[in-house]
């Protein structure tokens, strides 16, 4: 094939290329561009993004788009222009936002094609000059999709904003560094934009393009012999079919081929149809039916196209801007989207949206053309090769009575990730607001395809959305379950519910006024900003501030990685076959029969490892080695088994794909998998002594100290891939002598060295290993890098040619390890204020196969998790042995761990105490006499601990307080989403690291540096260059200024610079710079004299001339040095803090992080640039650690989320909102260098608070829903393991919190119960709890504690009183807000007023006199019979409502047999409460609902009795009830007769009321007083109620009997409460008095012996019910004087024997709780009254006999 294509201008014409190349491939092997990167090969990074742009000659027009170069394959490039970042700028232009700068040049790449989109758009505002017409929300989306892994995008996000014409200077990050002396940071000094400076399309091409129009006009394409076939009809199409070369796999229809990045290509194809070129399938024809897209129409075109339509349409197309990124949308095509869908069950959401929309689709097989509608299409089996899917149609729905929603639930909201569940509704409704028509659809549910609920759309159809109909359908999807082995099936159920129940919530809203059910709020929109302050007071280097940079080549891609060197003649490609058995035999390799087979030249094992060389791939001085290929046995899935060497890297992987390797597990024992595995199987490593932690204290004494303890709480962390933006990569190159070089993209450039050179088994002077550049490391780069070293060493040196290895994704994360997982049970004992006495951990760390650095984590996790004061620490450590991949050294290892962990304690401590975390945070500080025991070695100077301050500063401000309450506000006033706010402190401790350094200076002046460090993102070029300038500034009139620009810091090379350790543990950069800095002293010595004699001959001496004059004096111009740290000063210790604020939906459990703010003490910060890079990137990668990045693995241990699809790290749509850093300076210490501080890996651990604040959302929610599973999972304890990802939250806020949004209070959760079983058995289902469950389930009265201060004159007269009312209301809010209402004037008065009275000496009731202070819905119908049915919202529940309501409907119909109202009396009949009958019913409770109820059926009776007034003239009779003179009565039959006349002219006869009190009187007081009399038997504490008078004001009482029972029953049972009702419950809250056995309520033997009650009538007041009064709860409290009577009682009883323990507990002065059971009384009586009685006796009787 021949494909012609310009590339940043230059015209390119390749010839006899394979179909299969990519245009990335093509583009790094065969034209010098390097900038497009390979970081995932599967469209899901952004490295590799381009622009390309195609020509129309028929229009003359350009359009240019972003594209995916790993995905684009070359032929469909054909005489298209692409511009790569080298395009639009060199190494002295550009911008710089980069840290390891590898995703930089994809990053420019998207952002100049959104700038190039924008500036073509004619209806936008012509910008201002030098920037474009690119708004900032355009800028920050255009990244989107790209991802990077070092910088924490803001710099990114501030570079791409800067060239929008709306930007905002404050809005910028950068500003505060541009800042130079008094200069003002300027919109206009941002880097100009100059649109159209980059022309995206060469005249050369357009020319060519017009020639070949014309002469290729109406040739058929040829079926041609190279493999790319574009036909230009579905005619040729067929021909090409029926032309019989087309057989077999091997052939590839193909449209923008991004699908093979969600579908890898398993073998070569050695031909491909391109269907692009049929201009059939691109067609979008729009009409009054709908809009039809052709197949090839691409994602980003359609949306373009529907935007403009109905409402429909515009949902559809906001949808389809969530799927993949832009660039993929650019080329993706809607039909390859469906076809995936079809054919290979493609979690797709666009096959969704176009179900629910209604859409068709047109199909060609064979000659035939066939319409279905999609759901048909979804439903056939497979669609075979050759079907050929023509065109989409979506039909206009107009926008009458219509509602269309989607929905998608993914780990990103915009930055490509595919949905866990996504879902599209259509309903059309009557003007009654009838459902007419609807169609639910549901994707990535776990099924084959998108589906449609069916059964729940005919269940809707026809109906009104009311809130019982949504549950029903709830009820209904929950049905459909998603197909066996979906992951997180539950979670899939639970989100699909979720979004059915806020459309049908606001569909009801929407169509119906008066159901306003509580629809789920919209995702809020907050600008994002960012503040970043830096304290630059003070710093060492102080005219240094601004960012340097370094590495000008990174932007746009002119910098060199290791894939970048030029391939070497002759050079070969690797590929790992590792194994996929965790513990087997290797029996031998074979390959598939396939075409990249034929590409396979060699597999390297570890046969080819030379005789006098050893089986190693990795080592660590003084801890473990690993082998570098499985050699008979493979002990882990993932294990080096051998090397595929091919001719290109491509071949290399695809053939390593064909390999079969053959396993046995004969005689093997099983593998060990899991720490639990290890543990069963002690399987662990050893840690040496000078590696294990020390424990502090002693824990068993620190327990007995403690108030309260927690036992065994378990936490989980898993493992976390690097997720380098650079795979693992080198390239061997072997050279003459038995010498070899090797580009290998390593942290441990000496230790990789010697490695290989023994594995090799020469010297280690025969290796060498360079440098250049490190595409991001994160610690992956060290032990885990050396095996591909070592892999193309043994392969180069076998075949004698350079071998290069380049890992796909894929294999890399299968191969890396990562972060070790573990387990961590913790035991810990605290007192009540909140202060840890001793905690004891259990750890299980998982580190796989090998030792690697292993041996470090017990150290570095316990190192951080001291960053509180435990009192007494102890642990016990297991490194479990497993056949997993090694787990190897990851950005902040351990630490991460160990912090997290003090927080899941602190958290757990605060929940038990029920006291806000920050509390305990506090409380368990260190001050600096507990820092120096915990931190023997790296304390410090009291002066340098500045966590306290730093802590404070965030949690303690007004600030904090302030969001604290708003956030609870917020969570007060919305259901579905919840806020969380979290302070987190960080401790972290470092270690100093012996490292060398050299500089030199040319003849030229200008200086070469070289460190023992790698450059990798870090910034150690950038510091390093400054303090070469400050080290030699002495030599310059400026301080070395001038020198900046002469710096260049060359590439580690270990034969040059030996001994250069490791770039690692976050101290590199400053120790590089120390060593650096000893070699500048030494040169400035040198230096100074011949600078000294120059200036006294000639003045100021410029550097130039002062070296000339030292070369010429032979000065050594070169010098090294090797920095040791001091012995005394080897490790010290990092402070910071974090507080972040997330919103959490609660119905999908996605996290929005609002906000966070860092507080990093960077010491006197060498580049605080540097340092805030450092900052923001950890945080991020941590934020990614904490939250999505979830590292699951198959049953084998293999980690089955194996790239960009399924493994998430942040992209910039979720990082926070709002980043807030601030650095602050500590205290000098010159032990430090230059008092500096690391700032590499200590702010990772800072994510930890959004981790934190999650878990408050999580709990506000759980509350909000009563989410409990079981005791230790209550609603505020409970544990959320690391990642917190969108399952887990969901899961914690409670799976079922729609459905349990329907069931809200105990008769509602039975009834519910009952429903759903019914519904689920279709029988009848009847629940009568019994008496236990009842009494476990009910809850019942409140728990109270009461703290008063009470003031008082002597006379008795309380002046002042204050409560301190603590309420234990349990799991749920229910009615628990009124109690604090509701208790004042209870008990508490009643024992306030003994209190005062015991105090005063005088009696209670003498303190009572003096400080006395000075009231439904309803329905009455007359039936034919003249009976009258009357319903009440009320229930009869034993309080004589039906009595009384049929009293006032005889009384209220009396008038119309002249007031008697005796005739109906017994013709009423009051039916059962039927919420289907009588709404609004409300509640019965609060003693009111007699009254008002009668009141209602009075005014009902009142509408009757004014309804047939008019007929009582047609008949006239006696009342013969009542005897008296009725005008026109006829006796009994009078109501008969009257609705009789009545009927017959239609009068009707049920009224309804509803009543609502008078707003000036919604609450009255009721009075009543009591005498109690008790008797108490000091012997037992048994008491007998001797007499109770009560004397209650029941108004005019509209019933005396009935109100009598009310008092007296409620006088019962407020005496149960008093004295014997003992609700006791076990540890876990379980109510253990669960039966008549044990819970006592009174019988009739312990109520009062004597017992008067007597009901006073107050005056009338008519705004009362008949001026009536409530009877039913106030004489309950009236039972308080029988406990204030056994107070009296015990108090003589105290007096009697003497009783007093303690000034608070005096004889006459004593609390006594509630109940006063037996055993209460007796212990207030003294439980040794008869020894006291004794004694006194005793002594009576020896004085007698003294006397
Ligand atoms: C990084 C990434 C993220 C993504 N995220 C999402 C997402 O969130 N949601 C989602 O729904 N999708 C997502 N996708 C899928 C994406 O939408 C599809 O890859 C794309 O639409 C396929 O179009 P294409 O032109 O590239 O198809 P191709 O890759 O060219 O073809 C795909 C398959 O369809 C066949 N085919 C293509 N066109 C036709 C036709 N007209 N007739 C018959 N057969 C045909 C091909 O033979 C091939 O088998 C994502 C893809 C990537 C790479
Ligand atoms: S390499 Fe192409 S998107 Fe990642
Ligand atoms: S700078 Fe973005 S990945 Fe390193």
Not at 7 to 19: I, Q, S
Not at 39 to 68: I, M, Q, R, W
Not at 1520 to 1529: I, V, Y
């Amino acid at each position: 094939m021949v494909v012609v294509l310009a590339v940043n201008g230059r015209r390119y014409e390749a010839a006899g290329v394979e179909p299969s190349m990519t245009l990335l491939e093509f583009l790094r092997t065969q034209t010098p561009v390097r900038g497009p990167k390979l970081g995932c090969g599967e469209g899901g990074c952004g490295a590799c993004v381009v622009l390309v742009s195609k020509y129309d000659p028929a229009t003359d027009e350009v359009t240019e788009f972003s594209a995916s170069s790993c995905l684009t394959l070359l032929g469909s490039v054909d005489r298209c222009s692409v511009i790569t970042s080298e395009g639009i700028g060199n190494s002295k232009d550009g911008f710089h936002a980069s840290q390891c700068g590898f995703c930089t040049p994809g990053m420019c790449m998207s952002i100049f094609s959104a700038l190039v989109k924008a500036d073509k758009a004619a209806d936008r505002p012509a910008p201002p000059a030098g920037f474009s017409k690119l708004t900032t929300t355009e800028a920050e989306k255009a990244i989107s999709g790209n991802l990077c892994r070092c910088t924490g995008y803001r710099p990114i996000v501030d570079a791409c904003k800067s060239f929008a014409a709306d930007v905002d200077l404050e809005d910028l990050g950068l500003n505060c560094f541009w800042k130079k002396g008094s200069e003002p940071a300027e919109v206009g000094k941002l880097p100009g934009y100059n649109s159209g400076a980059v022309c995206t399309f060469p005249e050369f091409l357009k020319s060519e393009i017009k020639a070949s129009v014309q002469q290729a006009s109406d040739v058929p394409v040829p079926v041609s012999e190279d493999g790319w076939y574009r036909p230009k009809s579905i005619d040729e199409l067929n021909m090409l079919f029926e032309s019989n070369s087309f057989e077999g796999d091997s052939v590839k229809i193909v449209a923008s081929n991004t699908g093979s990045g969600v579908y890898k290509d398993q073998d070569l194809h050695d031909k491909y149809i391109d269907i692009k070129g049929i201009p059939e399938l691109s067609v979008i024809n729009r009409s009054s039916k709908g809009i039809e897209l052709g197949s090839v129409v691409s994602l980003s075109k359609a949306i373009d196209a529907l935007s403009d339509g109905n409402m429909v349409f515009r949902k559809i197309a906001d949808h389809l801007n969530k799927v993949a990124s832009p660039f993929v949308r650019n080329t993706a095509t809607i039909g390859g989207n469906i076809i995936m869908a079809q054919r290979l069950q493609l979690p797709s959401d666009i096959a969704t949206v176009l179900l629910a929309a209604g859409s068709t689709v047109t199909i060609q097989e064979a000659s035939k053309r066939l319409c279905y509608t999609l759901e048909e299409f979804l439903q056939h089996p497979p669609c075979n090769s050759r079907t050929l899917l023509l065109s989409i149609f979506i039909p206009d729905w107009g926008s009458d009575g219509i509602t269309f929603e989607t929905f998608r639930a993914a780990p990103r909201p915009f930055g490509n990730a595919v949905s866990y569940v996504n879902s599209a509704f259509f309903a059309r409704s009557s003007g009654g607001g009838l459902i007419e028509d609807i169609c639910l659809a549901f994707g990535a549910y776990g099924v084959d395809h998108a589906i449609r609920a069916r059964k729940v759309e005919d269940f809707l159809k026809g109906k009104l959305v009311t809130s019982s109909i949504i549950f029903e359908a709830v009820q209904l999807l929950k049905a459909i379950s998603p197909s066996e082995g979906t992951t997180h099936a539950e979670y899939r159920i639970s989100l699909a519910v979720s979004f059915l129940f806020t459309f049908l919530s606001s569909l009801a809203n929407s169509l119906n006024e008066t159901t306003k059910i509580n629809v789920p709020n919209g995702s809020i929109q907050h600008s994002p900003e960012e503040h970043l302050k830096v304290d630059s007071n003070d710093l060492p280097i102080r005219s240094r501030q601004e960012m340097i940079f370094a590495d000008e080549y990174k932007p746009v891609g002119e910098a060199v990685y290791v894939d970048d060197i030029p391939p070497p003649k002759d050079c070969l490609y690797g590929a790992f076959i590792y194994s996929t058995h965790p513990y087997a035999h290797v029996k031998g390799i074979n390959f598939k029969t396939s075409l990249a087979s034929k590409k396979v030249i060699t597999v390297i094992t570890a046969n080819d490892i030379p005789s006098s060389g050893q089986n190693i791939g990795s080592s660590f001085p003084k801890m473990g080695e690993e082998p570098l290929f499985a050699d008979t046995i493979a002990e882990f899935a993932g294990q080096n088994i051998g090397v595929v060497i091919a001719e290109t890297q491509k071949y290399a992987y695809m053939a390593a794909k064909q390999a079969v390797v053959e396993y046995s597990t004969e005689k093997l024992q099983p593998p060990i998998l899991t720490i639990e595995d290890a543990i069963q199987r002690n399987s662990y490593f050893p840690v040496p002594p000078f590696l294990a932690p020390k424990p502090v204290g002693d824990y068993n004494q620190g327990m007995s100290e403690a108030d309260h303890t927690i036992i065994s709480a378990e936490v989980k962390l898993e493992s976390h891939y690097y997720f380098y933006m650079e795979t693992q990569v080198a390239l061997a190159i072997p050279d003459e002598d038995n010498c070899i070089t090797i580009y290998s993209s390593t942290q441990i450039p000496e230790i990789t060295q010697n490695v290989v050179a023994r594995c090799l088994g020469i010297p280690f002077h025969n290796v060498r290993l360079i440098t250049r550049r490190v595409g991001g490391g994160f610690g992956g780069k060290a032990l885990k890098g050396i095996h591909v070293a070592c892999a193309c060493a043994v392969a180069a040196f076998k075949l004698q040619r350079p071998v290069r290895m380049y890992l796909d994704r894929k294999t890399d994360m299968i191969m890396a390890g990562g972060r070790h997982p573990m387990k961590v049970k913790y035991s810990v004992g605290f007192k009540s204020d909140g202060k840890i006495t001793a905690l004891h951990l259990d750890l299980g760390i998982n580190a796989g196969i090998s030792l690697d650095v292993s041996p470090v984590m017990p150290r570095d996790i316990i190192g951080a998790l001291k960053k509180y004061n435990w009192g007494n620490l102890a642990f016990d450590t297991k490194l479990c042995k497993t056949n997993i991949s090694s787990k190897s050294a990851m950005r902040a290892p351990g630490d991460m761990q160990g912090s997290f962990i003090a927080e899941a304690i602190t958290e757990h401590v605060a929940s038990v105490l029920s006291v806000d975390t920050n509390t305990i945070r506090r409380k368990n500080l260190h001050d600096h006499k507990s820092l120096i025991v915990f931190y023997v070695e790296s304390a410090g100077e009291a002066s340098t601990y500045s966590l306290v301050t730093v802590f404070d500063k965030l949690a303690s401000s007004p600030d904090y307080e302030r969001r604290a309450s708003v956030v609870e506000h917020f969570n007060d006033n919305n259901k579905w989403r919840k806020r969380g706010i979290s302070c987190v402190p960080i401790t972290y401790e470092v270690r100093l690291r012996p490292t060398p350094g050299k500089v030199s200076i040319m003849n030229d002046g200008s200086i070469a540096v070289e460190v023992g460090g790698v450059e990798m993102g870090q910034g150690l070029w950038t510091k390093v260059k400054q303090m070469t300038a400050f080290g030699l500034g002495e030599l310059c009139a400026d301080g070395g200024d001038c020198l900046l620009n002469k710096v260049r810091v060359i590439q580690p090379d270990t034969l040059s610079m030996i001994q250069g350790g490791f770039t690692g543990g976050s101290t590199t950069s400053e120790t590089s710079c120390e060593a650096v800095r000893l070699s500048c002293a030494a040169l400035v010595e040198r230096l100074k004299p011949i600078k000294e004699n120059l200036e006294a001959k000639a003045g100021t001496v410029e550097w130039g001339a002062l070296i000339a004059q030292a070369s010429m004096a032979s000065v050594n111009l070169s010098a090294h040095a090797y920095w040791t740290p001091d012995p005394s000063f080897t490790s010290y210790l990092n402070y910071g803090a974090a507080i972040s604020e997330v919103e959490i939906d609660v119905l999908t459990g996605a996290t929005t992080i609002l906000r966070s703010d860092l507080v990093y003490d960077c010491g006197q910060s060498l580049n605080p640039a540097v340092d805030l890079g450092q900052v923001e990137g950890a945080f991020v990668q941590g934020v990614g650690f904490f939250t999505n990045e979830e590292y699951t693995t198959n049953s084998d241990g293999i980690v089955i989320n194996d790239g960009t699809w399924t493994y998430k790290i942040p992209t910039v749509d979720t990082i926070p909102k709002q980043f807030n850093v601030e650095l602050i300076n500590s205290a000098r210490d010159q032990k430090r260098v230059l008092s500096s501080k690391a700032s590499g890996e200590p702010p990772l651990l800072l994510a930890c608070s959004v981790h934190c604040a999650m878990r408050e959302a999580i709990r506000a929610a759980r509350k909000e829903f009563s989410v409990c599973t079981d005791p230790a999972n209550s609603i505020d304890t409970f544990q959320m393991d690391v990642p917190a990802t969108m399952p887990v939250v969901k899961e914690l806020c409670g799976l079922d919190v729609v459905e349990s949004n329907f069931a809200m209070n105990i008769s509602s959760k039975i009834a519910c119960a009952c429903a759903i079983a019914a519904f689920k058995l279709r029988r009848p289902v009847k629940m009568y709890l019994d008496r236990k469950t009842d009494m476990i389930m009910a809850g019942g009265r409140h728990l109270v504690k009461v703290k008063y201060s009470v003031g008082f004159k002597s006379d008795g007269k309380i002046t002042a009183l204050h409560l301190d009312l603590g309420i234990n209301a349990g799991i749920s809010p229910d009615a628990s807000p009124v109690m604090p209402h509701a208790i004042i004037g209870l008990f508490v008065a009643e024992a306030i007023i003994e209190h005062v009275a015991s105090v005063l000496s005088v009696d209670a009731n003498t303190i009572r006199k003096k400080n006395l202070h000075d009231f439904k819905s309803l329905a009455v119908s007359i039936m034919n019979d003249g009976s009258i049915a009357v319903e009440v919202g009320g229930i009869e529940i034993g309080q004589g409502l039906w009595t009384k309501v049929k009293q006032m409907a005889a009384f209220g119909l009396g008038q119309l047999c002249h007031d008697c109202g005796e005739c109906p009396m017994d013709k009423v009949w009051v039916i059962q409460a039927d919420t289907l009958s009588m709404i609004q019913g409300g509640m019965t409770a609060g003693s009111t609902t007699s009254e008002t109820s009668c009141e209602a059926v009075r005014k009902s009776c009142a509408v009757l009795v004014e309804r047939l007034k008019p007929y009582q003239g047609e008949s006239g009779s006696k009342c013969q009830p009542c005897g008296m003179e009725c005008l026109d009565c006829k006796g009994e039959e009078i109501l008969q007769t009257l609705s009789l006349s009545a009927i017959m002219v239609s009068v009707n006869l049920s009224a309804q009321a509803y009543w609502t009190p008078d707003p000036s009187f919604t609450s009255y007081l009721n009075y009543g007083a009591a005498i109690s009399e008790v008797e108490v038997d000091v012997l037992t504490g048994a008491t007998t109620i001797l007499r109770s008078d009560l004397v209650y004001d029941c108004g005019q009482s509209l019933n005396l009997a009935v109100d009598l029972g009310q008092i007296e029953g409620s006088f019962f049972q407020g005496v149960g409460f008093f004295t014997n009702e003992d609700y006791a419950t076990n540890s876990d809250g379980l109510v253990i008095n669960d039966g008549t056995w044990t819970y006592k309520i009174p019988t009739v033997d312990t109520i009062p012996k004597q017992f008067n009650v007597e009901i006073f009538n107050s005056a009338r007041d008519l705004k009362r019910v008949l001026s009536s009064k409530a009877s039913g709860e106030p004489p309950l409290v009236l039972a308080s004087s029988v406990h204030c009577a056994m107070r009296e009682a015990i108090r003589a009883a105290r007096k009697e024997f003497s009783v007093c323990n303690g000034p608070a507990n005096s004889t006459a002065i004593f609390q006594m709780d509630v109940p006063a059971t037996m055993p209460v009384v007796k212990e207030l009586c003294s439980l040794d009254v008869v020894e006291r009685y004794l004694e006194s006796i005793s002594a009576a009787g020896s004085n007698t006999a003294k006397a």
